[in-house]
C-alpha cells in the first residue's frame, strides 16, 4: 500500500443528498432533472458558483439499462450551462460507482491537476417493475456464469455469505434482522431516507411470513434494501484552493459551516464471482480479506490504529449479511463475533460504535451510483455537527465502506473534522 502524498490533502467543501423517497418518474422528472437539482443543491452548500468547479466525476451505475440514457459524463453541462467545457466522466463499479468518482477527483487534487472538483452520483431506478428492476442489477456480477435460474441474484447472493459464515462461526438469524430493525429504526430520524414514514410492528422484524416475509434462504423483506431514485454530490477542493481564498465556503444548507477532510482511502478489486471471494478467502480468518485491507488501507492512510479511533460509521448493508461482516472486519468484533456487537448496543446511535445513524442502505435507500456519495455527505454531517435528529454527539471521525457487486469493488473513506 502506497501513502497519499503527505503534502497534499483533500477537503471536502460541501455535499447534498436529494430525498431517496422519492419517485422522480411520478413527479413528471427524468434523470437530467435529478442531476441538475443535485448540482444546483450541492455547490449552494459548498459556498460555490458553477464556474469554480474544474473537473467532474459522475458515479452512475446502471444508467442505459433502467432509462436509456447513457453518456452521464455529458449530462452536467447539459443542464448546468455554466458547466459547458468542464472535463468530465462517468464512472461505473456497480454499488461503488460514486465512491470511484470520488477517488479520480482525489487523485486529480492531489496530482495537482485541478483544485475544485464536483463529484455526484445519481441513479434512477423506481422507472420500472421491482422484479425487471432486480433483474437489471444482475449486470454487476458474471452475468451467465453465476446469475442463471435465480430470480433475485443478490438477496441469494448475501444469502451465500450468510452461509459463509454459518459454516465458519455459526450465524443466528435474529441477529441478521436486528442489523435490519437498528437501521430502520434510525431511518425514521432522517429527513431524506426512504423509509422514514414507514410503519412497522415487533412482528416486521420476526420470522413473521407475513410481515416479514422470505425473499431468499435465510433473508426476509426487512433485511434487504430498496433501490430508488436519488443523487448526492460533494465538492472537493486543494490546500491551494483553500489557502487562496482564506476559508471554506458557507452555503444555506448547513454544512459548509464546518470543513471537513479525507483523511484516508483504500480500495481493493477482486474478481465477480462469489464463489471465487471464498475460494481465494479461504485460508484468513476473515471472510472477505480484501474487504478487511480496504479498511485497513484506510486507516492506515489516514493515521489511526484501527477502529477505536473512530466515532462511527456508513457502511454498505444492502443487505444485512453485508453488515454483519462489516462489524468484523471493521475490527468492532474479532473475526465469526459480529452477533456480540448487535446485542451489546454498540452499534446503536448513542452506543460505543455507531453504525449507519442514518439508516445506511435498508433504511435510507439504494439508489445505486449515488450510494458511495451519499455516504460521504452523511460522514461530513456528523464530523461537523449537522446531522440534526441522527446526530451522533460529538463525531469527529467518520469511516465509509461502500462494496460494488458481491465486493468486486470495495472502496473505504475516513472523514475527518478540522475544524
Known sequence: MSQSPSNSSVTILGGHQTDFAQNIAKQDEDVADLTKRTIEATLD????????????????????????QGHMGAMPATVIPELWGVPSMRHEAACASASMATLSAMAEIESGRYDCVLVIG??????????????????????????DGVE???PYCFDRIADEYDRRFGVDEEHLRAIGEINLRNAQDNPNAQTR???Y?????????????????????NDVTQITDGAAGVVLVSDRWLAERGSVGRGRGGIGRGKAKIAGWGHRTVGLPISQKFDRGSDSEYVMPHVR???????????????????????????????????????ITAPGESWKAVEDGRLERDGSIPVNPSGGLIGGGHPVGATGAR??????KQVTGT?????????????????GGSTATTASFIVESVD
Open 45 to 68: 452548500d459548498a459556498g460555490i458558483g458553477p464556474e469554480a468547479i474544474e473537473s467532474i466525476h459522475v458515479g452512475n451505475a446502471f444508467g442505459q439499462l433502467y432509462n436509456g
Open 122 to 147: 445519481v441513479e434512477q431506478e423506481k422507472n420500472m417493475p421491482g422484479a425487471q428492476a432486480a433483474a437489471v442489477q444482475n449486470a454487476a456480477a458474471w452475468v451467465g456464469h453465476e446469475t
Open 152 to 154: 433475485f441474484f443478490w
Open 197 to 199: 414514514l414507514w410503519k
Open 201 to 221: 410492528t415487533p412482528e416486521s422484524f420476526a420470522a413473521d411470513d407475513h410481515a416479514n416475509p422470505v425473499v431468499y434462504g435465510r433473508l426476509r423483506r
Open 293 to 331: 485491507e480496504a479498511i485497513t488501507d484506510a486507516m492506515a492512510r489516514a493515521g489511526i490504529s484501527g477502529v477505536g479511533d473512530i466515532d462511527l460509521i456508513e457502511t454498505h448493508d444492502c443487505q444485512t449479511p453485508s453488515e454483519y461482516m462489516a462489524i468484523d472486519h471493521f475490527g
Open 375 to 380: 455516504m460521504l455527505v452523511d460522514a461530513l
Open 387 to 403: 446531522a440534526g435528529d441522527y446526530q451522533v454527539a460529538g463525531a469527529r471521525r467518520a469511516a465509509t465502506l461502500n462494496i
